[in-house]
T-cell receptor
Framework: DTAVSQTPKYLVTQMGNDKSIKCEQNLGHDTMYWYKQDSKKFLKIMFS???????INETVPNRFSPKSPDKAHLNLHINSLELGDSAVYFC????????????FGSGTRLTVV | AQSVTQLGSHVSVSEGALVLLRCNYS??????LFWYVQYPNQGLQLLLK??????LVKGINGFEAEFKKSETSFHLTKPSAHMSDAAEYFCAVSESGTASKLTFGTGTRLQVTL
């Protein structure tokens, strides 16, 4: 009965590889997000989708490409991974008016070696 | 543009003492305010939220926060710290009425000592 689930939980990969992180929510929310937490614990939004439409696209390298097949899923694909991409990536979801708050997944720890 | 400032990256209290974690925000529109807790190697758990109802908000685990518009503050308190409260705490702001981005503060690590 997990509300926001991400897979995989851990991802170790070599520089230059392409990888994907998947996210699914069963809360009936219509908006989903990707956040990046760096080594200093700072959290920054990357993307947001509302009903499969991209509504927020922060300054993120175009090697990062989100995809939302439906409003319950938001995946993140990363091309040509670099050492600096190592971080924890969190998926989150909310209702459009955000009045009930934002629910976060447990995170995906990406390590690029 | 919205922003959050958390004063004190590290706060240490004794078990049983008052916990006070400070948060000040900046927002051009009425804000929604949140406190999240992150335990080591875990995700973010919502402690409490202010979404323009009562200014004193009670959350889980005995935490509460008070929205003070005049001071643009949303400080988190707990009357008596417990060892299990040791974690990273994040204050966050978003614009009310729309699923805009949630902007986080830099976090405060709470240490609880015996």
């Amino acid at each position: 009965d997990t509300a926001v689930s991400q897979t995989p939980k851990y991802l170790v990969t070599q520089m230059g590889n392409d990888k994907s992180i998947k996210c699914e929510q069963n809360l009936g929310h219509d908006t989903m997000y990707w956040y990046k937490q760096d080594s200093k614990k700072f959290l920054k939004i990357m993307f947001s989708y509302n009903n499969k439409e991209l509504i927020i696209n922060e300054t993120v390298p175009n090697r990062f490409s989100p995809k939302s097949p439906d409003k319950a899923h938001l995946n993140l694909h990363i091309n040509s991974l670099e050492l600096g991409d190592s971080a924890v990536y969190f998926c989150a979801s909310s209702h459009m008016d955000a009045s009930t708050g934002y629910t976060f997944g447990s995170g995906t720890r990406l390590t690029v070696v | 543009a919205q922003s959050v400032t958390q004063l004190g990256s590290h706060v240490s209290v004794s078990e049983g003492a008052l916990v006070l974690l400070r948060c000040n925000y900046s927002s051009s529109v009425p804000p929604y305010l949140f406190w999240y807790v992150q335990y080591p190697n875990q995700g973010l758990q919502l402690l409490l939220k202010y979404t323009s109802a009562a200014t004193l908000v009670k959350g889980i685990n005995g935490f509460e926060a008070e929205f003070k518009k005049s001071e643009t503050s949303f400080h988190l308190t707990k009357p008596s710290a417990h060892m299990s409260d040791a974690a990273e705490y994040f204050c966050a702001v978003s614009e009310s009425g729309t699923a805009s981005k949630l902007t986080f503060g830099t976090g405060t690590r709470l240490q609880v000592t015996l």
